[in-house]
Structures are given as C-alpha cells and as structure tokens.
C-alpha cells in the first residue's frame, strides 16, 4: 500500500498500489489534461478544501456503477413524471447546477466539503471544453422572470465510454432522481456504457447501482 505524491508531470501511479479506500496520490493540479488523463484511468480527485491545500487522488478497485438500461424507476417517480410538473434540460445552466451542489442544504458549511472555489472552477473549464455536462430539473414559477425556477440537477463528465457523475442536489423532494433517469435515459440512446456513481448511497442503490471490478470498469470505458 502506498501513496504516490505526483510532480509538474502528468502521471499517475497504478492503482493496485494504493490505500484501501482507494487513495492512490496527493498533490498535482487540477487542470485540464491532468483531469482527463485521471478520469480516462478511472482517477477521481475528492478533498475537503479546508483541510487539503491541494487534490488527493482516489480509485477504488471496486466500482458503484449504474447501467442506463437497467435504471430502476419506482412507482412514485413514475407518477411524478407523468405530473409534468418539472421540465428536464441539459446544459442549460451548468453554473447553476455546480453551484447548487457545492451550497445546496449549507454543504458548505459541512467539515468534509469537497466542492470548493478551486474544484468549481476546474469543472466549469471542463464545461468549457465539452467533457462536463449538467442536466437540470427546472420548477414552473411565474413570478421568475422565465418562468421557471431551477430546483435540482447534477453534472458529471464524459470520457471514453461512460459518465463519472460528480455531484447532485435537489431543493425539492425527488428533484435529483429526476435528473439521473433523464440522464440514464440519454446515455442508454447514445450507447454509454455506465453511469460512475463513484460512492455507494442507499437511493442511488435503490436505483439500481451495483459494484463491479475495477477491471470491468476500464474494459468498459475503454470500449
């Protein structure tokens, strides 16, 4: 078991080498060809931004995933859908969204907070670039002078065959599983091969994620 410590040079070390939660490496940076080189080897940077001063990096041998086709639509979320209550965009207000997730419910505030200032301006260039996306969860609000009241969503990034979703919020019950099936639903017609949830959560699971090696994982996001 080790912890690599990386340089000005764009390199990661293997992952088989690293801590058991999946650390593999501290330092580095957070630009663009760094972050591509690490999602397209299944490397992720998480850190709390008040107790790190720079990205660890992570790469769990074992892999919470979802697969579009097999996204698993309850009951009641069936029914909210055909409310037609929320209207569903992509790309629309990716500011919006990466901002909503860092501050939505005082994260903020959280000792763990990962998604600070540096982090959301790396996403953003990412955005920039074409590899983020957003998918947001739009409210119907008259008095917004659009008429409408962005209530949840979630952003992740697109490499090689899959999607490594970041982060999610909801300002309203339901919100953010509205935006992941909307999602899955978009992957499964392009032929994505997974959804990366990076970390096992109880709705996510209910949702239909499940662990796959990390060997799977980069057969498939390889193609």
Not at 5 to 18: A, K, M, T, V
Not at 115 to 129: D, F, P, T, V, W
Not at 178 to 185: E, G, M, S, T, V
Request: charged share 25%; hydrophobic share 40%.
């Amino acid at each position: 078991m080790a912890v690599y410590r990386l340089d000005g040079d764009l390199w990661f070390p293997n992952p088989y080498e690293g801590e058991e939660d999946g650390l593999i490496a501290i330092g580095g940076d957070l630009l663009e060809d760094r972050l591509l080189l690490a999602y397209s080897n299944g490397i992720f940077p998480w850190f709390s931004f008040r107790h790190y001063k720079e990205p660890l990096w992570y790469c769990p041998l074992k892999r919470f995933v979802i697969f579009p086709d097999e996204i698993h639509i309850s009951h009641s979320m069936k029914q909210l859908i055909r409310q037609d209550k929320y209207l569903v965009t992509v790309n629309e207000d990716f500011d919006g969204v990466i901002n909503g997730c860092a501050t939505a419910n005082n994260r903020t505030e959280e000792l763990g907070a990962w998604l600070g200032e540096n982090m959301i301006k790396a996403y953003k260039r990412l955005h920039e670039l074409g590899f983020a996306i957003s998918v947001e969860v739009w409210e119907r609000d008259v008095e917004e002078k659009d008429g409408r009241r962005l209530v949840g969503g979630l952003y992740g990034v697109t490499i090689g065959n899959g999607f490594i979703g970041e982060s999610m919020f909801s300002l309203v019950p339901n919100a953010s599983k509205l935006a992941l099936i909307y999602l899955a639903k978009m992957l499964s017609s392009v032929g994505c091969a997974f959804i990366d949830c990076q970390l096992e959560t109880s709705h996510l699971k209910s949702m239909g994620g499940r662990f796959i090696p990390y060997e799977r994982y980069m057969e498939l996001l390889r193609g």
